[in-house]
């Protein structure tokens, strides 16, 4: 089992930075793969980046490539989305989430329905 707690979120003008934060109760954190989703109002919810149990690996999508950087420390339960150069197209709730337990030091997931545990999402908005 996993509880997820995002933090980090808030209001930033664009061009600015934020670092999410997603921090882990379970024992077995350093054997999933963590992503990040976002949704923003009346869409649905989307990929936005995903690391390997290792950090070995690490995906983004299109639209936050080069801007977001997803970061794990597996000591401290916690894994780290830092967002650079946002933009108002950015505004969403993010959330984390964790796969079951794997053993590939690579694998990676993109799609909501591979991961197992959900955090309660925090609220990023960019004013432009």
């Known amino acids: 089992q996993e509880q997820l707690a995002e933090s980090g979120g808030g209001l930033v003008q664009a061009g600015g930075s934020l670092r999410l934060s997603c921090a882990a109760s379970g024992r077995t954190f350093s054997s999933r793969a963590i992503g990040w989703f976002r949704q923003a109002p009346g869409t649905e919810r989307e990929f936005v980046a995903a690391?390997?149990?290792?950090?070995?690996?690490?995906d983004y999508s299109t639209p936050v490539k080069g801007r977001f950087t997803i970061s794990r420390d597996n000591a401290n339960n916690t894994v780290y989305l830092q967002m650079n150069s946002l933009k108002p197209e950015d505004t969403a709730v993010y959330y984390c989430?964790?796969?079951?337990?794997?053993?590939?030091?690579?694998?990676?997931?993109?799609?909501?329905?591979?991961?197992?545990?959900w955090g309660q999402g925090t609220q990023v908005t960019v004013s432009s």
């Open positions: 989430a964790a796969t079951k337990i794997i053993s590939g030091r690579s694998w990676l997931a993109w799609r909501s329905h591979e991961y197992d545990y």
């Open positions: 690391i390997s149990r290792s950090a070995y690996s690490t």
